[in-house]
């Protein structure tokens, strides 16, 4: 077969809802593709620990410290399963880490924001794991096998997350007046950097179109995003939390909520570097990293002379 013939076979399987597993023939540029997304999604959870890591020792109470401890095991998990997803497409892993902590790979806007109170841990479980489940709920009907599953077990527990994360609030939001204007000035502060999270709108964002042909996506950013405003309108509403949103209104036509510009000077200087927590963010993984190395060499060793010393045995 010749590359047009491959190109379109590939095409044909797409179409017909197959999945594409690691040894099937792609594309170069659809490996490339996934690579650059599925990295930047386990960079994303793995920064993701620091802003909820930041309050595990001022938890209010030995139950809310056990579930968050939790809650920030299970993003270093999931950061785990997506590099061992990008690994299957030929990527090295210590280069895809070594790109971000000292290249230009990029990861998630969101995580280069401050939690300030523990008001802030309430907003992050129901309004960032709110959006991460409606993006990659998506994901997990991507045609790539190995990013398609681990994003269906990812889903499952962001699910969780989303959940306590929202009973929490709710308990705020019904608190004293103090607990009520803390949970109120955690939406106020994350509502607008979470719609920035599902990405540029689709008229500024040039991967979009490509990844829609592979089905490696099969909505857009826009669509994601007015999925989860719809949404998230309803279960503001029920706890008695406001949107910080003059714009906010249902649109009898379309059926949707309208709302307001989203800042996008903001998004871009965040996704540039220039956030307010980018900095901060860095230089604790670049730390993390550099003082484990010892720990990578020393496993590195005892996995080298294990297989030597099995194959002595065989
Ligand atoms: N932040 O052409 P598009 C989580 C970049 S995990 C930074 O629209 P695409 C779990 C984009 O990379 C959250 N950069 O790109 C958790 C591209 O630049 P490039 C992470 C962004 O790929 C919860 C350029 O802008 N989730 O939350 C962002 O079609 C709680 C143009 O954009 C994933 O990574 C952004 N927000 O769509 C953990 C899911 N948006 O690479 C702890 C997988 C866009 O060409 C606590 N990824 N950019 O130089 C995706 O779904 C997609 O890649 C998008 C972007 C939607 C992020």
């Not at 999925?227 to 714009?247: K, Q, T, Y």
Request: contains cysteine; negative net charge; glycine residues 6%.
């Amino acid at each position: 077969m010749d590359t047009q013939q491959q190109l379109d076979e590939f095409q044909k399987r797409i179409d017909n809802g197959e999945t594409i597993e690691p040894k099937d023939w792609m594309p170069e540029r659809y490996r490339k593709q996934l690579i650059r997304m599925m990295s930047q999604h386990a960079h994303s959870e793995i920064v993701g620990m620091l802003p909820e890591g930041n309050w595990i020792t001022r938890a209010p109470s030995l139950k809310r410290k056990m579930v968050l401890l939790a809650k920030v095991q299970d993003e270093a998990g999931h950061g785990l399963y997506l590099y061992s997803a990008t690994e299957t497409l030929g990527a090295e892993r210590r280069e895809l880490v070594e790109d971000y902590l000292y290249g230009n790979a990029k990861y998630s806007s969101i995580f280069n924001y401050p939690t300030l109170t523990y008001a802030d841990i309430c907003v992050i479980g129901w309004l960032v794991d709110g959006a991460a489940i409606v993006n990659q709920t998506m994901l997990a009907k991507s045609s790539y096998g190995p990013y398609a599953r681990a994003n269906l077990r990812i889903c499952k527990e962001e699910s969780f997350h989303k959940k306590q994360g929202y009973e929490m609030l709710a308990k705020m939001a019904d608190g004293t007046p103090e607990q009520q204007r803390m949970a109120q000035d955690a939406v106020n502060r994350w509502w607008w950097p979470t719609l920035m999270m599902f990405g540029p709108h689709d008229s500024d964002s040039p991967n979009s179109a490509e990844l829609i042909k592979w089905a490696v996506k099969t909505k857009t950013n826009d669509e994601l995003r007015q999925h989860f405003v719809d949404r998230m309108v309803m279960e503001a509403e029920a706890i008695g939390i406001s949107l910080p949103d003059p714009n906010l209104k249902y649109n009898e036509e379309t059926g949707h909520w309208d709302f307001g510009d989203i800042p996008w000077d903001e998004f871009w200087s965040v996704v540039k570097g220039d956030g307010p927590m980018n900095r901060e963010r860095m230089r604790a993984r670049r730390k993390a990293y550099e003082d484990g190395e010892w720990v990578r060499e020393a496993a590195m060793e005892y996995a080298r002379k294990k297989k030597l010393r099995e194959g002595k045995a065989s």
